[in-house]
């Protein structure tokens, strides 16, 4: 299995909701990662875990709070979101056999399109 | 600060023909650098990556040359296809993941 899946594909929350993004690999991959993606830009990086501990934040505001329950699985807790916070997410894994957890190719999910009422 | 770039927004080519997107950085320690395709939709799919201690690579019709002395590298489509129409990132992988800008190729048939 190489497929990184992500849940919803879709979400349209308003800002005082909670919801949470799902993200889920069955690679192996001891390193996941949170992307923000706005229209027409690059991927940018939001959160790194590595071995199940966070080891990046790329000073993201505290209205994102991910998660790793365990190797596989990582969440991404959103709560008071703001308009501009609509983007596509992307969920990533990487194989973390080096020192250097992104020292390996990423495996990106298809994303989940968020809309922030 | 450190920064990855392209220098060409938007690539068309004539189906058949050969394309050619190119990728400027900026941090003369990097040392390992990843091209991803974007079709609209989806998550970025890993093309080809090249590290360092490499000026070439080859991949089935795609080809990575990285010039280390002015810090650039490049991404060559053979014989493009309507299939690779799509937005092209490079990345840097030098302590975290940074993509470059991103070029648009378009494919004309």
């Known amino acids: 299995d190489t497929e990184v899946t992500q849940t919803p594909k879709h979400l349209v929350m308003g800002m005082t909701n909670k919801k949470s993004l799902k993200c889920e690999q069955h690679m192996g991959h001891r390193a996941m990662y949170w992307y923000k993606q706005k229209a027409k830009k690059p991927p940018e990086l939001m959160f790194v875990y590595s071995y199940e501990k966070l080891s990046i934040n790329e000073s993201v505001p505290s209205r994102f709070s991910p998660e790793c329950p365990n190797s596989s699985l990582l969440n991404l807790h959103l709560h008071a979101l703001q308009p501009e916070d609509s983007a596509l997410y992307l969920c990533a894994s990487s194989g973390g056999t080096s020192g250097r957890a992104t020292y390996n190719e990423q495996f990106f999910g298809p994303g989940t399109r968020l809309t922030v009422l | 600060g450190e920064s990855v770039g392209l220098h060409l927004p938007t690539l068309s080519v004539q189906e058949g023909d050969n394309s050619i997107i190119n990728c400027a950085y900026s941090n003369s320690a990097s040392d390992y650098f990843i091209w991803y395709k974007q079709e609209s939709g989806k998550g970025p799919q890993f093309i080809i990556d090249i590290r360092s201690n490499m000026d070439k690579r080859q991949g089935q019709r795609v080809t990575v040359l990285l010039n280390k002395t002015v810090k650039h590298l490049s991404l060559q489509i053979a014989a493009t296809q309507p299939g690779d129409s799509a937005v092209y990132f490079c990345?840097?992988?030098?302590?975290?993941?940074?993509f470059g800008t991103g070029t648009k190729l378009q494919v004309i048939p």
């Open positions: 990345a840097d992988t030098y302590q975290k993941v940074t």
